[in-house]
């Protein structure tokens, strides 16, 4: 039987990319650059100031991306490999910090603050403005008091 | 709240934010706890300069000094290399095996480190940087103690003296290999 091949490698080329995009399990042993570039993203390099396994031209890092690749193509999934790092080098490898347990309070504390920032913020605008309307209640004067001031007024020359 | 409360509140609040800070800048950033340390050392399978084949398992009920280092590593590497020799001499009958690891290296440069040296531990090239990264160096020189059973049950980052290997592979020693 002939199998045609364009739509064949259209559709394997659109699993591939669609894994890549939602870091699904992608199919063994092809490996794109894109996918290896985007696990190095999120890896520090170990030997660098700052900088990610996928930016580094180090020989550390090269080495690295070359195992990212290896894992990959072994049929492991983007999750077991960035944990293999993981195991080895601890929390510390991951560029960015986990949004789950000790390290979701990073992601969770500026939210915190914006909100009580905004709390704090919405409470003295809320007496600022209410300030005015107090001192009209101020100005309310009895009848008495404003007989007293229209005498004392009109008693000037 | 009173307003006098209020106005303490305020500069207090800062406080645990400086506290972070103050506890932040003075931990070193590249001494980072390895995860490694109590767990099975990631066995290897590497070929000596020597042409030896040099296996981890193959060297199991000894105590296992393993030395991450690089000719270009001065001079941390070039302090150590005469203690990690000495050791070797002074341990290899007492159960001792100490294993160099030359990582991201040329084969020239590092044979010529070792002639230098005239280190007669086996060393061998770890040219994909897999074993390195296996055992989670960020650097050289890095050395992990393996005891009898195979766990790595300590790391040292930096250049070794006869003080720390001694006390690193004494108590190993001292135990059982079963």
Redesign the interface.
């Known amino acids: 039987m002939r199998v045609r091949l364009a739509p064949v490698a259209t559709l394997f080329l659109a699993v591939l990319l669609i894994g890549a995009a939602r870091g699904a399990p992608a199919p063994a042993r092809t490996v794109s650059e894109a996918e290896v570039h985007e696990i190095a993203g999120g890896l520090r390099c170990?030997?660098c100031q700052n900088l990610s396994v996928a930016d580094s031209p180090s020989?550390?890092a090269r080495?690295?991306r070359?195992?990212v690749r290896e894992r990959l193509e072994a049929g492991e999934s983007p999750t077991e490999v960035v944990q293999y790092?993981?195991?080895?080098?601890?929390e510390?490898i991951l560029l960015s910090p986990r949004r789950s347990g000790f390290t979701l309070l990073v992601w969770l504390a500026p939210l915190v603050a914006v909100a009580l920032g905004l709390a704090i913020v919405g409470v003295l605008v809320w007496k600022w403005t209410r300030r005015p309307a107090s001192t009209e209640a101020a100005r309310r004067v009895d009848p008495a008091m404003r007989e007293r001031i229209r005498r004392e007024t009109e008693a000037e020359p | 709240m009173s307003r006098r409360a209020w106005r303490w509140l305020i500069p207090l609040s800062a406080l645990p934010v400086l506290a972070l800070l103050a506890y932040g800048f003075r931990v070193n950033p590249r001494e980072?706890?390895?995860?490694?340390v109590g767990r099975p050392a990631?066995g290897f399978a590497l070929t000596t300069f020597d042409g030896a084949p040099l296996t981890l398992e193959a060297q199991r009920g000894k105590v296992v000094v393993v030395n991450f280092w690089a000719s270009w590593c001065y001079p941390a590497c070039y302090e150590e290399a005469p203690v990690l020799e000495r050791s070797w001499r002074a341990y290899r009958d007492r159960g001792v095996v100490v294993v160099g690891v030359d990582i991201?290296d040329k084969a020239e440069a590092a044979q010529k480190f070792i002639r230098d040296f005239a280190l007669s531990f086996p060393n061998a090239p770890d040219p994909?940087?897999?074993v390195?990264?296996?055992?989670?160096?960020?650097?050289v020189p890095e050395t992990f103690f393996i005891d009898r059973r195979g766990r790595i049950r300590a790391k040292h980052v930096g250049a070794l003296t006869d003080e720390v290997l001694r006390t690193r592979v004494e108590p190993l020693l001292g135990e059982p290999a079963g």
């Open positions: 170990v030997v020989e550390m080495q690295m070359a195992i790092f993981v195991d080895r080098y601890g510390w | 980072i706890p390895s995860p490694l990631p991201q994909t940087g897999k390195s990264v296996d055992f989670g160096t960020y650097g």
